[in-house]
């Protein structure tokens, strides 16, 4: 990574400037913070306002990068969420079809001007709606992306709850999209507002903000969006020159995961791959289902704070959550005092094997497709806590489950899991942090 300043860690960095779209290596840093420090950043929307911004060359725009004093290939960094506040009054998503000929193998990443074929061109916004876009050179209406179905959802003040309203509404938000955006002084996208979609009326929505990116700097340069086992694969092979081979995708560190539970009072755990490790993030959600199944929620701006830790010799390959207790599935939640007594009462009476104590883990895994995430994130949690992979299957099955974080290919495996064998990995001590010490 290159960098600002590195000669002094900082007890906290602040962080409002933003990547062109790729994260990797070669990626400016904003500073160094010490292990224990905190990061505070104010984070622009991901998704559609990146997508229809071909300038953005990765379909995202994350936060420059933060190096944590201490950190090495082979650790982790433990990160606790402690705020996610969203900005934004308002914001528009829903989902996508692709325009022919505004892109190179890949909308989000390889994006190409119809008429004058220059890529990743800067633009120029004329009126509202989905062809206000346009090349800065020739004109030619730019946007890679339009939608099926679409919808504007407007936050109340408490942001707490969202309304999708109708289009008159939505082209009113259009008419000053950057400001009800909340849209960061420096960020360089176009905001979604500007389409004014609107078909979709009068839905009401609890709001619960998480972060879609956050994560720690892959060891290639990767458009940030695909910094994922699924994304990802769309590079490999791809005809553009962000195009890596499987092999080099190894390289990610998975901080486009898109799962809700990556909220405030969640710590979330995240492999080091280069010097530094480098905390970044993005694409703030003001709420989601499970799988994002319309492929994009409703991004915001917004701020956050954040406290890393460094984890020597950790070795993880892709992230690790303990989510708060209320997020866990019910089968994995940690076993209370009172089931304790009873499940010792019947084992008694059922043998005498001994019980052992357990707390639950989060284990993500990414792929191609879902099936290919659920064998990542098996071999992951085999691999950390040193089981063999039918044994993580029954344990998910009987103590735990598979969570989908998004479509087609991220997921969770969570479960309770022994703590000797949490206290080997080197994780014990967050999981007692979490959820107390094992009944």
């Given at each position: 990574?290159?960098?600002?300043?590195?000669?002094?860690?900082?007890?906290?960095?602040?962080?409002?400037?933003?990547?062109?779209?790729?994260?990797?290596?070669?990626?400016?840093?904003?500073?160094?913070?010490?292990?224990?420090?905190?990061?505070?950043?104010?984070?622009?929307?991901?998704?559609?306002?990146?997508?229809?911004?071909?300038?953005?060359?990765?379909?995202?725009?994350?936060?420059?990068?933060?190096?944590?004093?201490?950190?090495?290939?082979?650790?982790?960094?433990?990160?606790?969420?402690?705020?996610?506040?969203?900005?934004?009054?308002a914001t528009a998503s829903g989902n996508d079809t692709v325009v022919a000929g505004r892109f190179n193998g890949d909308p989000y990443c390889a994006k190409v001007?119809?008429?004058?074929?220059?890529?990743?061109?800067?633009?120029?916004?004329?009126?509202?709606?989905?062809?206000?876009?346009?090349?800065?050179?020739?004109?030619?209406?730019?946007?890679?992306?339009?939608?099926?179905?679409?919808?504007?959802?407007?936050?109340?003040?408490?942001?707490?709850?969202?309304?999708?309203?109708?289009?008159?509404?939505?082209?009113?938000?259009?008419?000053?999209?950057?400001?009800?955006?909340?849209?960061?002084?420096?960020?360089?996208?176009?905001?979604?507002?500007?389409?004014?979609?609107?078909?979709?009326?009068?839905?009401?929505?609890?709001?619960?903000?998480?972060?879609?990116?956050?994560?720690?700097?892959?060891?290639?340069?990767?458009?940030?969006?695909?910094?994922?086992?699924?994304?990802?694969?769309?590079?490999?092979?791809?005809?553009?020159?962000?195009?890596?081979?499987?092999?080099?995708?190894?390289?990610?560190?998975?901080?486009?995961?898109?799962?809700?539970?990556?909220?405030?009072?969640?710590?979330?755990?995240?492999?080091?791959?280069?010097?530094?490790?480098?905390?970044?993030?993005?694409?703030?959600?003001?709420?989601?289902?499970?799988?994002?199944?319309?492929?994009?929620?409703?991004?915001?701006?917004?701020?956050?704070?954040?406290?890393?830790?460094?984890?020597?010799?950790?070795?993880?390959?892709?992230?690790?959550?303990?989510?708060?207790?209320?997020?866990?599935?019910?089968?994995?939640?940690?076993?209370?005092?009172?089931?304790?007594?009873?499940?010792?009462?019947?084992?008694?009476?059922s043998g005498g094997a001994p019980l052992e104590r357990s707390l639950p883990i989060s284990v993500v895994g990414t792929g191609p497709d879902l099936n290919s995430?659920?064998?990542?994130?098996?071999?992951?949690?085999?691999?950390?806590?040193?089981?063999?992979?039918?044994?993580?299957?029954?344990?998910?099955?009987?103590?735990?489950?598979?969570?989908?974080?998004?479509?087609?290919?991220?997921?969770?495996?969570?479960?309770?899991?022994?703590?000797?064998?949490?206290?080997?990995?080197?994780?014990?001590?967050?999981?007692?942090?979490?959820?107390?010490?094992?009944?």
């Amino acid at each position: 990574m290159t960098t600002t300043d590195t000669t002094t860690a900082q007890e906290t960095v602040y962080v409002d400037r933003f990547c062109n779209g790729i994260i990797g290596p070669g990626t400016e840093i904003a500073g160094t913070v010490r292990s224990g420090g905190h990061i505070v950043a104010n984070t622009a929307p991901g998704c559609w306002g990146p997508m229809i911004t071909p300038e953005i060359q990765g379909g995202h725009e994350v936060t420059l990068p933060v190096a944590v004093e201490g950190a090495e290939p082979g650790d982790g960094i433990a990160i606790r969420i402690r705020a996610i506040d969203v900005t934004s009054g308002a914001t528009a998503s829903g989902n996508d079809t692709v325009v022919a000929g505004r892109f190179n193998g890949d909308p989000y990443c390889a994006k190409v001007c119809p008429e004058c074929g220059r890529e990743d061109e800067p633009t120029v916004v004329e009126g509202i709606g989905p062809d206000c876009v346009r090349c800065a050179d020739c004109g030619a209406s730019a946007a890679p992306f339009t939608f099926t179905n679409g919808y504007t959802i407007a936050f109340d003040d408490t942001r707490s709850l969202g309304v999708t309203v109708d289009r008159a509404q939505a082209e009113y938000y259009a008419r000053d999209a950057a400001r009800h955006a909340a849209l960061p002084g420096n960020s360089i996208q176009n905001p979604i507002l500007l389409f004014a979609p609107g078909d979709l009326v009068g839905v009401i929505s609890r709001m619960r903000p998480f972060m879609g990116q956050l994560g720690t700097v892959p060891a290639i340069d990767l458009p940030d969006s695909h910094n994922a086992g699924d994304f990802g694969n769309f590079l490999v092979g791809a005809p553009h020159a962000h195009a890596v081979t499987a092999e080099q995708l190894e390289a990610r560190t998975d901080g486009h995961m898109d799962i809700d539970v990556v909220r405030p009072g969640a710590i979330l755990v995240c492999p080091v791959k280069i010097p530094g490790g480098g905390v970044y993030m993005g694409d703030m959600h003001a709420l989601q289902g499970d799988g994002e199944i319309a492929g994009h929620t409703a991004d915001v701006s917004g701020t956050v704070t954040l406290q890393v830790e460094v984890r020597k010799g950790l070795g993880i390959d892709g992230p690790v959550i303990f989510p708060l207790a209320d997020d866990l599935p019910f089968l994995a939640r940690p076993i209370t005092a009172d089931e304790r007594v009873r499940a010792e009462a019947l084992a008694a009476g059922s043998g005498g094997a001994p019980l052992e104590r357990s707390l639950p883990i989060s284990v993500v895994g990414t792929g191609p497709d879902l099936n290919s995430a659920i064998a990542n994130g098996l071999g992951r949690a085999a691999t950390l806590l040193g089981m063999e992979v039918p044994e993580v299957m029954n344990r998910a099955t009987i103590s735990g489950g598979i969570e989908i974080g998004r479509a087609p290919g991220v997921i969770q495996v969570t479960f309770r899991a022994p703590v000797g064998n949490l206290e080997r990995a080197g994780l014990a001590d967050l999981a007692i942090e979490q959820y107390g010490p094992a009944a």
